[in-house]
């Protein structure tokens, strides 16, 4: 990507209020609102078991601009975990190949932008794991062993059900308590 239009891409990103979720892919501008009560929750389910398993040297982050500006993406998972030396760098975005995981909670208004964008954006940008919990679906997918710009692999599992978080978190992902939307 062209540096100069990058730049003036995140220029306009960072000119929005800050109750505005705002990312980059490419060269297109992704805006949502604030999230529910019940992504909040559902969310709060998901981060308290990564946090159990958290790698030492790591802290769980929501809504943490990751970047890699080598591809022109900049998005903002619901959560990733993020070396703590992170926190000492002079930028406001972080490298994405810092990152361990991205989790989103699919946004009903704009479920492509998970489903789509950021299945595509993410591997490219260096994230190994992704995890999309679809309250809609009633589904936990995961994706892992990002190779050639794609995920190879995916697990799916439906609420109830259990899915295997991989090294370095390792550990069963419960998802019986997770509540599916109601629209």
């Not at 998901?46 to 040297?57: L, M, N, T, V």
Request: hydrophobic share 40%; charged share 25%.
């Amino acid at each position: 990507m062209n540096p100069r239009h990058y730049d003036l891409l995140e220029q306009a990103r960072r000119a929005v209020p800050k109750n505005v979720k705002v990312e980059l892919s490419g060269d297109v501008i992704v805006m949502q609102a604030s999230p529910s009560a019940l992504h909040q929750r559902n969310l709060a389910i998901i981060q308290r078991q990564f946090d159990a398993h958290c790698p030492e040297g790591y802290f769980g982050s929501g809504n943490s601009d990751i970047a890699a500006g080598r591809v022109g993406k900049v998005r903002n998972p619901d959560l990733t975990y993020l070396p703590d030396a992170a926190v000492d760098l002079p930028q406001h975005d972080i490298p994405a190949e810092l990152a361990l995981v991205a989790v989103e909670l699919v946004s009903p208004s704009n479920p492509e932008n998970d489903w789509v964008g950021k299945l595509r954006d993410y591997p490219v940008m260096g994230v190994p794991l992704y995890l999309i919990v679809d309250a809609r679906a009633k589904t936990v997918t995961l994706f892992s062993e990002a190779e050639n710009d794609r995920y190879r692999c995916r697990e799916d599992a439906n609420f109830g059900e259990t899915i295997h978080i991989p090294a370095p978190f390792d550990f069963v992902l419960q998802t019986s308590s997770l509540l599916p939307t109601t629209d």
